[in-house]
C-alpha cells in the first residue's frame, strides 16, 4: 500500500530547527519552566518537583490532571464528564492516532473537513480507508459547506471529523453548524471526532469555544496543552468520551505509548488547575490580540498580493495569495532567501494558501513580515 506522509509535520521537522523566525508553529510563544513554576497561585514548588519519583506516572494519566481537564466540560443537559470519561495521551497527536485505531474498521470511510490538519485524512488512507471531504468555504467567511457535508454521508461514514476552532482558518462554528454536523452523524450513526485543541485561544469573544462534548453519544472530544497554553514541549493531550470508549482507547494507548511521563503529568495538572488555567489563557489572548493588528496592518499594506479571512480564534491565519506559485515552492523559496518559515497551503489541502502564525512579539513580527513582502515583490515584478 502507497504511504502518504503527513505534510505539514514532514516540512516542520525538517526546518523548524534551522529557521531564524518560525511562523509555521501554530501555538502561541511557549512558556519557559520558570514562568509555569512562577505563576500566582501555583501550588506546585521547585522542591516538589525535584523531589518526583521518575517513575511510570497512572497509564491514563494522574487523577489530579484528569480531574482539571474534566472540568472543562461542563454540559448543560446531559452529564459533565468525570476523570474517567477522559483519557491523557501524548499530545493531540497520539489522541488523533488512537482514536483511529480504535473506530475505524475495514470499510470505513473518514467524511473530513478541509482545510484542516491533516492528521487523520492521511491516517486514513495510510490504512485503506476512503476519506471524503466537506470544504470550508473561502468566499464565505470559512462557513461550513453543509451540502458537502450531506453529500459526503453514506452508510459507511464511521467519523466525521471537525477541527473547532479550525486549523488553519482560525474559524469557530456557529451553533447551527454545530447543530448540523450533529443531526448529519446522527442520521448514518457515525463518530464526530472534534479536535478543539485551539478552544481557549479565541481573538474576539470572552467565553471559550463551545466544545461538542455532551451533544450527541457518539462524540470524541481533543485537547492539547500545544496550543491554547503555550506549553507544546510537555506533550500532553486527551481525549474526553463515553466511559466505555474512553477504556477501549486506553487499551490502545498501552499498546502505542504506554503513558505520557509523570514530570508531564505534574505540570500539566498545574497548568490546568483552577488558580493557573485563566492566567495561561489569559497569556496566550494577549499573544493572539497583540499579534493580530500586526498582521492586520500588514494585510492591509499588501492588498492585491492577499486576501484572507481573519481568524476568530487562534494564533494562525489562512491567506490567498495572488501569484502564479505553487505554495510548497514559495514556503521553500521563503525559507531559504529569508530565514522565515511559514505552512504550504498544500499541507493543508489547498494550493495558492500560505498558514501564517502571529503569536510572536511585535518586533519578530514586523521584520519576518516584511522579509515574505520583499520575496513576494520581486516574484510580483518577475
Ligand atoms: C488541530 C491540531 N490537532 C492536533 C495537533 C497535534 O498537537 P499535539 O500533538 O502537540 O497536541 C495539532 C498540531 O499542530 C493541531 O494543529
Not at 521547585?46 to 494522574?62: F, K, M, W
Not at 512579539?361 to 514586523?366: C, F, T
Request: glycine content about 8%; charged content about 20%; aromatic content about 8%.
Amino acid at each position: 500500500m502507497s504511504f502518504t506522509p503527513f505534510d505539514i509535520e514532514v516540512i516542520q521537522s525538517k526546518w523548524e530547527q534551522r529557521v531564524e523566525f518560525n511562523l509555521v508553529e501554530s501555538g502561541v510563544h511557549p512558556l519557559r519552566l520558570e514562568e509555569l513554576l512562577g505563576f500566582p497561585g501555583s501550588e506546585l514548588e521547585v522542591g516538589a518537583l525535584l523531589a518526583t519519583e521518575l517513575n511510570y506516572p497512572h497509564v491514563n494519566g494522574i487523577p489530579a490532571l484528569r480531574e482539571n481537564i474534566a472540568r472543562l466540560y461542563p454540559v448543560t443537559s446531559g452529564a459533565a464528564a468525570d476523570i474517567d470519561n477522559v483519557l491523557v495521551t501524548v499530545g493531540a497527536s497520539e489522541a488523533n492516532n488512537i482514536i483511529m485505531q480504535t473506530l475505524m474498521e475495514p470499510g470505513d470511510e473518514l467524511l473530513t473537513q478541509t482545510p484542516t490538519y491533516m492528521q487523520l485524512w492521511g491516517m486514513a488512507l495510510n490504512t485503506g480507508h476512503t476519506v471524503k471531504t466537506f470544504g470550508l468555504q473561502a468566499d464565505a467567511g470559512w462557513a461550513l459547506d453543509l451540502e458537502a457535508l450531506n453529500n459526503g454521508l453514506s452508510s459507511h461514514t464511521k467519523i466525521i471529523a471537525v477541527c473547532n476552532p479550525n486549523n488553519p482558518t482560525g474559524h469557530i462554528m456557529t451553533e447551527a453548524e454545530m447543530d448540523a454536523v450533529v443531526e448529519a452523524a446522527d442520521r448514518v450513526g457515525a463518530w464526530i471526532v472534534a479536535d478543539e485543541v485551539y478552544r481557549g485561544a479565541e481573538r474576539l469573544r470572552e467565553d471559550e469555544t463551545p466544545s461538542f462534548y455532551g451533544r450527541y453519544d457518539k462524540v470524541l472530544c481533543l485537547g492539547s496543552l500545544s496550543k491554547a497554553y503555550g506549553l507544546p514541549g510537555l506533550r500532553i493531550g486527551w481525549i474526553t468520551g463515553s466511559v466505555d470508549t474512553i477504556e477501549a482507547l486506553w487499551r490502545r494507548h498501552e499498546y502505542t505509548t504506554v503513558s505520557t511521563t509523570i514530570l508531564s503529568n505534574k505540570l500539566a495538572a498545574l497548568a490546568l488547575s483552577p488558580a493557573v488555567r485563566p492566567q495561561l489563557i489569559r497569556r496566550t489572548r494577549d499573544y493572539v490580540r497583540r499579534g493580530f493588528p500586526v498582521l492586520e496592518a500588514w494585510m492591509q499594506e499588501q492588498a492585491g498580493l492577499f486576501s484572507y479571512t481573519p481568524p476568530q480564534a487562534s494564533a494562525i491565519t489562512f491567506i490567498r495569495y495572488h501569484l502564479d506559485i505553487n505554495s510548497t515552492q514559495l514556503m521553500e523559496q521563503l525559507c531559504r532567501e529569508t530565514g522565515v518559515f511559514v505552512g504550504a497551503g498544500d499541507a493543508f489541502g489547498m494550493d495558492h494558501y500560505l498558514r501564517v502564525a502571529f503569536g510572536q512579539d511585535k518586533a519578530v513580527l514586523e521584520e519576518a513580515f516584511a522579509r515574505i513582502s520583499r520575496v513576494l515583490h520581486q516574484l510580483q515584478a518577475a
